[in-house]
């Protein structure tokens, strides 16, 4: 059984850097196919995807927030760490983590989608 | 802004079929899968379909995906109250400097 746990601090002050550790069970960031997101959600908003990193290391990130990302693995605690930096009050939301897969299928489509998701963790950015 | 449009809400009577549309470009839906995921209220999203048209094991067949071109479709047949939640459709873009992954502005289904 594939579980995942956001954990953090709930707030931050402007322009201070978050760190987010998503601690997950029933899976391997080692094995071949397999990744870790970030998405958040601000309250009332959508869902807007923030990184993921896959399990050879590969790492993606939004355009809009590259800068300010850093996703990181510690395969050995079955970690995957994401830290933001520049925090301001539009980044208030909750943060989640997810599972992954990715494989090219037999037409040569890129398969993936995050198929478990963490429950989740509030953060507030205020002074 | 999300590059993938849905409808802001859609409301139907309990039994009666709501479809969802996602629209995108030659980036992102034109070219890559689309999955949906359902939120209900106060949880966390949960895939409900991937690769445009499979259901994750546990899923009723109630739920359907379709895509032509640069858009996508969720279906939603006999329709029960359990359904009211948000969805949200996405997918890959290939646009601007690297991949990345997008998600639809979501759409509130409403069980009248």
């Known amino acids: 059984q594939i579980t995942l746990k956001e954990s953090g601090p709930t707030l931050v002050k402007p322009t201070q850097t978050l760190t987010l550790t998503c601690t997950f069970s029933g899976f391997s960031l080692s094995t071949s196919g397999v990744g870790v997101g970030w998405i958040r959600q601000p309250p009332g908003k959508a869902l807007e995807w923030l990184a993921l990193i896959y399990w050879d290391d590969d790492k993606r990130y939004s355009p809009s927030l590259k800068s300010r990302l850093t996703i990181t693995k510690d395969t050995s605690k079955n970690q995957v760490v994401l830290t933001m930096t520049n925090m301001d009050p539009v980044d208030t939301a909750t943060y989640y983590c997810a599972h992954s897969w990715d494989y090219y299928d037999s037409s040569g489509y890129y398969s993936n989608a995050f198929d478990i998701w963490g429950q989740g963790t509030m953060v507030t950015v205020s002074s | 802004q999300s590059v993938l449009t849905q409808p802001p809400s859609v409301s139907a009577a309990p039994g009666q079929k709501v479809t969802i549309s996602c629209s995108g470009s030659s980036s992102n839906i034109g070219n890559n899968y689309v999955s949906w995921y359902q939120q209900l209220p106060g949880t966390a999203p949960k895939l409900l379909i991937y690769?445009?048209?499979k259901r994750p094991s546990g899923i009723p067949d109630r739920f359907s995906g379709s895509k032509s071109g640069t858009s996508a479709t969720l279906g939603i047949t006999g329709l029960q109250t359990g359904d009211e939640a948000d969805y949200y459709c996405?997918?890959?873009?290939?646009?601007?400097?690297?991949?990345?992954?997008?998600f639809g502005t979501g759409t509130k289904v409403t069980v009248l």
């Open positions: 690769e445009n048209n």
């Open positions: 996405g997918t890959w873009d290939s646009s601007l400097s690297a991949p990345h992954y997008v």
